[in-house]
């Protein structure tokens, strides 16, 4: 299998679109972040959520996606190195939780070249 190589226009698109769908995923979720399974199937019937619910009249994202973003910042005003040994300590915590392993994310230093 050949590695396909992303032009920068092509791997800013992937980023902002994570950006985004992040913070999409996230205000769909915020009202039902807290709330147990019989929580939610009170407030919204045994279907559960099934359309876009607002609050406060407006689709509202969490301190997720702010923490997504702020991060996301920090990032790109580190030079490549700090930014790389960012990524690697994010990847050894991420393997501490089990939640992936760092393998599976395979960032390479010629992605933010």
């Known amino acids: 299998?050949?590695?396909?190589t992303l032009t920068e226009k092509q791997l800013l698109n992937k980023y902002r679109g994570c950006l985004l769908g992040g913070a999409v995923g996230d205000a769909l979720g915020v009202?039902?972040?807290?709330?147990d399974e019989a929580e939610i199937i009170n407030k919204f019937g045994r279907?559960?959520?099934t359309n876009f619910?607002?609050?406060g009249g407006t689709g509202k994202?969490?301190?997720?996606t702010q923490m997504t973003l702020f991060t996301?910042?920090?990032?790109?005003?580190c030079d490549v190195n700090e930014t790389i040994t960012t990524i690697r300590e994010y990847n050894k915590q991420e393997e501490n939780t089990n939640?992936?392993?760092a393998s599976s994310v395979n960032l390479h230093r010629e992605t933010f070249l």
Do not use: H, Y
């Open 53 to 55: 619910t607002k609050l």
């Open 31 to 35: 009202p039902v972040e807290f709330l």
């Open 61 to 64: 994202f969490s301190d997720d």
């Open 99 to 101: 939640m992936f392993t």
């Open 72 to 77: 996301a910042a920090g990032l790109l005003a």
């Open 47 to 49: 279907r559960g959520i």
């Open 1 to 4: 299998m050949t590695e396909k």
